[in-house]
């Protein structure tokens, strides 16, 4: 009876982990899609598409804490109109982006990307954003042109009393010159 209790409890514990790495990598898959979407639309429409992140409460518990949840690509058309390039997302299974300089540099207060109001979300706290050019590039490197690193820090909001970033997360970097997004997990 003991060793059932025992392998119950270790089954447990294992499925867990195991679902909390299933909701992080579709987190990050949503992230790395939306991304690589909006470099292709900014490339084959020729129109500059802007990539918002929102620190804003968890909709499903509105007592809880503003946190970097909220995603959204916007195309800027020619006469400054904005056409959304999807729904103002929130990232799922409790995930968030870490709100740390160092962890998450896109992020990061001192960039001055809180300037544009934010159109599409209902109640947001924090706002920041970079942009694919037509050209498939982006605007990081014109923001501070000696910093070559440029990510966001995904990980579970129930892991953030274990660190920030804490031992389970993901990295979504963005190469300022290219484009492209590489995904990383430690």
């Known amino acids: 009876m003991g060793l059932v209790a025992i392998l119950a409890a270790a089954s447990s ?16 898959e949503l992230i790395q899609d939306l991304l690589t979407r ?5 490339i084959s429409h020729a129109h500059i598409v ?3 992140f929102f620190q804003c409460k968890d909709p499903a518990n509105p007592k809880s804490t503003a946190r970097w949840r909220g995603v959204q690509a916007v195309e800027i058309l020619e006469d400054g109109t904005e056409q959304p390039v ?7 299974h409790g995930l968030i982006l870490s709100g ?14 809180a300037g544009v109001s934010p159109t599409h979300f209902a109640t947001v706290d924090g706002f920041r ?11 990081l490197s014109a923001i501070d042109p000696a ?10 909001e129930n892991d953030l009393a274990k660190g920030d970033p804490p031992p389970n997360y993901i990295v979504l970097q ?8 590489t995904v990383s997990q430690p």
């Open 86 to 92: 999807n729904s103002p997302t929130i990232l799922p």
């Open 38 to 42: 909006s470099r292709r639309v900014a």
């Open 174 to 181: 963005v190469e300022p010159f290219t484009g492209t997004v």
């Open 147 to 156: 910093k070559t690193q440029w990510f966001v820090t995904l990980f579970s």
């Open 13 to 28: 514990v294992a499925l867990r982990s195991l679902m909390s790495s299933n909701g992080l990598n579709q987190g990050s």
């Open 129 to 139: 954003r970079f942009r694919f050019l037509p050209n498939g590039l982006t605007d």
């Open 100 to 113: 740390s300089a160092t962890a998450s540099p896109l992020l990061a207060e001192e960039l001055g990307f």
């Open 50 to 52: 802007e990539i918002r």
